[in-house]
């Protein structure tokens, strides 16, 4: 049996990235992230932002942002960045993919304030 619950549109903003399912992305070669956010780590920083295009070195994300500490990173992960987080949007950026270490599925609002 399904309940519903009404909200008022201002308490549905606070809540709605919350809401989200936590997607698994199968990734069977480096196209299937294209248009997929991600928290991705490099040996000297960290970028979060939307993959927009691949070339044969490059991801191309949008929206991204310059993290220069997560915070707590499994808090970061599971449910976005707090406010002790040190962000940078930059708009458009590039990573060298041969450069990444690993990177995670964000599965929250992509930030758009510096902090």
């Not at 992960?77 to 458009?92: L, M, N, R, T, Y």
């Not at 990573?95 to 270490?101: G, R």
């Amino acid at each position: 049996m399904s309940k519903t619950i009404e909200v008022s549109d201002e308490t549905f903003e606070k809540i709605k990235d919350q809401l989200e399912e936590q997607e698994q992305i199968d990734v069977s070669d480096f196209e299937d992230l294209l248009g997929q956010k991600l928290f991705i780590r490099t040996v000297t920083y960290h970028l979060v932002g939307k993959v927009k295009k691949i070339t044969s070195h490059f991801f191309e994300l949008e929206d991204a942002s310059w993290v220069g500490d997560s915070g707590r990173f499994s808090d970061a992960i599971k449910g976005g960045f707090g406010d002790s987080a040190e962000i940078e949007p930059v708009g458009q950026a590039f990573v060298n993919i041969q450069a990444i270490t690993d990177m995670f599925p964000w599965n929250h609002k992509l930030p758009n304030k510096q902090q």
